[in-house]
């Protein structure tokens, strides 16, 4: 049988071996309205960026929802020696930044869509540089993506990976053992983009629609109001 937004029965059956006891191990979890995950289809699930561990962890919350997650990858783990075997075995898409090659992971990307896929999105394309970890001005890969091929997007906040592994730390912080805090929030509205044509402008309030609807989430998940402006690396 056809997997096509699956990896093979292998790769599925190891990566569920390791994640699911490794992430039940290294923290507990509050997990919320996971019943607004669409179980078939193809979806964009556009999510906040805290930590090198919530990729993992976002990974676990999405299976145990029903979703395998497709991740986006940078190309350059592709080449590491088993890790790159891994990866591509777990249907990972390469992203490749600076080069000529770099729409070609937002192909690869519609295709998967196109297939009945999950697609696991970081807008912002990085790990958050706010002072007090909120979302950032996000990239517009995302909304091209749903305006292109018509997915829904699905915001999904977490907070507590970057308890876990702060941002550009290599040594987990193990104890006391961290809660990993994740929501979803409704489909992101683009009703009023359908039919334009992808211009800058188009793509930039659709990704700001998209930022704040996660945005949103998390500040529900904090119990804290957001800032009224997201943070913008390139304008500080």
């Given amino acids: 049988m056809s997997r096509p937004t699956r990896p093979s029965r292998f790769w599925e059956y190891l990566a569920v071996v390791i994640v699911k006891p490794l992430s039940r191990l290294l923290v507990k979890r509050d997990w919320r309205n996971g019943d607004r995950i669409p179980r078939t289809g193809g979806v964009i699930i556009a999510s906040n960026h805290l930590s090198w561990t919530d990729p993992v962890l ?10 395998w997650p497709v991740i986006l990858a940078k190309s350059g783990l592709f080449s590491v020696p088993l890790l790159g075997r891994a990866v591509r075995g777990l249907l990972a898409i390469p992203v490749y930044r600076g ?19 999950a697609i696991l999105f970081y807008p912002e394309g990085t790990c958050t540089r706010d002072p007090d ?36 730390e290599k040594k987990p912080r193990l104890f006391p053992r961290k809660t990993f805090h994740v929501t979803v929030g409704p489909p992101v509205d683009l009703s009023k983009y359908a039919g334009k044509p992808p211009h800058a402008a188009v793509l930039r309030e659709a990704t700001a629609d998209i930022m704040a609807a996660i945005t949103e989430q998390l500040a529900e998940l904090r119990g804290e109001k957001a800032p009224e402006a997201p943070y913008d690396p390139a304008g500080r």
């Fill in 99 to 117: 080069s000529s090659e770099a729409a070609k992971s937002l192909r690869v990307s519609e295709q998967r869509l196109k297939d009945g896929g």
């Fill in 133 to 168: 970890l909120w979302p950032m001005v996000g990239k517009t890969g995302a909304a091209r993506l749903a305006l292109e091929s018509g997915a829904q997007v699905i915001p999904v906040a977490h907070w507590g990976a970057q308890e876990l592994l702060p941002y550009g």
């Fill in 58 to 67: 976002l990974s676990h919350f999405l299976y145990n929802n029903g979703r």
